[in-house]
C-alpha cells in the first residue's frame, strides 16, 4: 500500500491518477478541506480523512502502508495552514509514524532551493522537512521541482476573466525554472518504483520562462488581455503587510521577490538525462491540459 499525503491537492491528484493507471493500491490522506476526495468506492484506493497536526492521524494514515508520497502543502491560498506547520512540523509528525509502522521509503516533494538559510520561509521549512527525513531509518527521494507552473499560470491569470489581465510580479525579466504538475507527477511515481532513486536529492524542472514570457504565452493563448504589473516596491510591502488578510498573497509576493532575485532558475539538463524515458511536460501542455 502507498499512501499519497495530500492526495487531493494540485500535484496529489495527478500521482493518484498515474497510481489508478497503473492498479496500484494506495491511500490518500487529507483533510478534506481544500480540495474535495476522488470519488468514492473505487477498489483501488482508500480515503483516510485525517490531519497532519495530529499524531493519531498520521499514525492511523500509514498503517499497513510499505511506501508513502508526501504531497502536503501549508503554502496555498486554502488550506488555512502553514509551511511551518504543514511542511515541516507535519511532515514530521508523519515521519516518525511512518518509521514507527516500518515504512521502507518516502518520497518527499520539496522545492529548489531549500536551505536552512534561504530567503523564503517556505524553503526553510522545505529544508528542516527533508534533513529530518535524510537522517531517519527509512529509505527516502527528494524531489526538489521549481515553482509549480500550473500554479503561477493560475495566479497571473486569475484577472483576466474580469478585468481583461494578467499579473506580473515585479520586473518579471529574471528566469525562473518552473516545473508542471505532470512532470513532477511522472518523476515521484518513478521515485516509488525506481530503487537507484533511492538516497537521491533530484533537482527536476520542466522549462525556464520569465514571468514577462508567462504572461505572454497566457495572452496569446487567451487571445486578448494586457498586463497588469505590480512593481518591486509594492511586492515588498506586500510581502509583509498581507500577512494579516491574506497570508497566501503575502508568501506569493516573497516567492516573487525571491524569483526577481534570479536564484530561482536552475539547470536541469543532467538529471533528465538520467531519465529520458520520463517526457517533459512543459508550458503548452500546462496551457492547454488534456481532460
Ligand atoms: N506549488 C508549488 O509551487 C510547489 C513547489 C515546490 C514544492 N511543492 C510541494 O509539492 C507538494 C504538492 O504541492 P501542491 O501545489 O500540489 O499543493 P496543494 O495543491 O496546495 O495541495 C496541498 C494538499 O495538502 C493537503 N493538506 C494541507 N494541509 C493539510 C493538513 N494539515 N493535513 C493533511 N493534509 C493537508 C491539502 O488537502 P486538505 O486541505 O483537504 O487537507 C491538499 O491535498 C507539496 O508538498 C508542496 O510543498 C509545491
Same mark, same amino acid.
Given at each position: 500500500?502507498?499512501?499519497?499525503?495530500?492526495?487531493?491537492?494540485?500535484?496529489?491528484?495527478?500521482?493518484?491518477?498515474?497510481?489508478?493507471?497503473?492498479?496500484?493500491?494506495?491511500?490518500?490522506?487529507?483533510?478534506?478541506?481544500?480540495?474535495?476526495?476522488?470519488?468514492?468506492?473505487?477498489?483501488?484506493?482508500?480515503?483516510?480523512?485525517?490531519?497532519?497536526?495530529?499524531?493519531?492521524?498520521?499514525?492511523?494514515?500509514?498503517?499497513?502502508?510499505?511506501?508513502?508520497?508526501?504531497? *502536503? %502543502?501549508?503554502?496555498?491560498?486554502?488550506? +488555512?495552514?502553514?509551511?511551518?506547520?504543514?511542511?515541516?512540523?507535519? !511532515? /514530521? =509528525?508523519? #515521519?516518525?509514524?511512518?518509521?514507527?509502522?516500518?515504512?521502507?521509503?518516502?518520497?518527499?516533494?520539496?522545492?529548489?532551493?531549500?536551505?536552512?538559510?534561504?530567503?523564503?520561509?517556505?524553503?526553510?521549512?522545505?529544508?528542516?522537512?527533508?534533513?529530518?527525513?535524510?537522517?531517519?531509518?527509512?529509505?527516502?527521494?527528494?524531489?526538489?521541482?521549481?515553482?509549480?507552473?500550473?500554479?503561477?499560470?493560475?495566479?497571473?491569470?486569475?484577472?483576466?476573466?474580469?478585468?481583461?489581465?494578467?499579473?506580473?510580479?515585479?520586473?518579471?525579466?529574471?528566469?525562473?525554472?518552473?516545473?508542471?504538475?505532470?512532470?513532477?507527477?511522472?518523476?515521484?511515481?518513478?521515485?516509488?518504483?525506481?530503487?537507484?532513486?533511492?538516497?537521491?536529492?533530484?533537482?527536476?524542472?520542466?522549462?525556464?520562462?520569465?514571468?514577462?514570457?508567462? *504572461? %505572454?504565452?497566457?495572452?496569446?493563448?487567451? +487571445?486578448?488581455?494586457?498586463?497588469?504589473?505590480?512593481?518591486?516596491? !509594492? /511586492? =515588498?510591502? #506586500?510581502?509583509?503587510?498581507?500577512?494579516?488578510?491574506?497570508?497566501?498573497?503575502?508568501?506569493?509576493?516573497?516567492?516573487?521577490?525571491?524569483?526577481?532575485?534570479?536564484?530561482?532558475?536552475?539547470?536541469?539538463?543532467?538529471?533528465?538525462?538520467?531519465?529520458?524515458?520520463?517526457?517533459?511536460?512543459?508550458?503548452?501542455?500546462?496551457?492547454?491540459?488534456?481532460?
Amino acid at each position: 500500500m502507498i499512501l499519497v499525503v495530500g492526495g487531493t491537492g494540485r500535484l496529489g491528484v495527478r500521482v493518484t491518477r498515474d497510481l489508478a493507471g497503473i492498479g496500484q493500491p494506495f491511500r490518500i490522506m487529507a483533510r478534506g478541506r481544500s480540495q474535495p476526495f476522488l470519488e468514492q468506492g473505487r477498489s483501488e484506493f482508500e480515503v483516510f480523512r485525517g490531519t497532519l497536526s495530529s499524531a493519531s492521524d498520521c499514525q492511523h494514515a500509514v498503517e499497513g502502508c510499505e511506501q508513502v508520497i508526501f504531497a *502536503a %502543502s501549508g503554502f496555498g491560498l486554502k488550506t +488555512g495552514g502553514t509551511p511551518r506547520s504543514v511542511d515541516r512540523d507535519g !511532515a /514530521l =509528525r508523519l #515521519m516518525e509514524a511512518a518509521e514507527h509502522v516500518g515504512v521502507r521509503h518516502m518520497v518527499m516533494m520539496s522545492m529548489y532551493g531549500a536551505a536552512a538559510d534561504a530567503p523564503m520561509e517556505f524553503l526553510r521549512m522545505k529544508y528542516a522537512a527533508e534533513e529530518a527525513l535524510r537522517s531517519s531509518g527509512m529509505g527516502w527521494t527528494i524531489i526538489r521541482m521549481g515553482a509549480n507552473l500550473e500554479q503561477f499560470l493560475a495566479v497571473m491569470s486569475q484577472p483576466l476573466e474580469t478585468q481583461g489581465k494578467v499579473i506580473v510580479f515585479g520586473s518579471g525579466g529574471m528566469p525562473v525554472t518552473f516545473t508542471s504538475t505532470a512532470d513532477a507527477a511522472a518523476l515521484a511515481g518513478r521515485a516509488l518504483s525506481d530503487p537507484v532513486l533511492g538516497g537521491q536529492t533530484i533537482e527536476w524542472g520542466s522549462g525556464t520562462y520569465s514571468l514577462n514570457e508567462l *504572461a %505572454s504565452a497566457i495572452l496569446a493563448n487567451a +487571445g486578448r488581455g494586457a498586463i497588469k504589473r505590480i512593481p518591486v516596491p !509594492a /511586492l =515588498r510591502i #506586500m510581502s509583509v503587510a498581507a500577512r494579516a488578510f491574506s497570508p497566501f498573497m503575502a508568501r506569493m509576493a516573497a516567492a516573487a521577490l525571491w524569483m526577481e532575485s534570479g536564484a530561482a532558475a536552475f539547470d536541469p539538463a543532467l538529471q533528465r538525462k538520467s531519465l529520458p524515458d520520463i517526457p517533459v511536460f512543459g508550458l503548452e501542455e500546462s496551457l492547454n491540459p488534456s481532460p
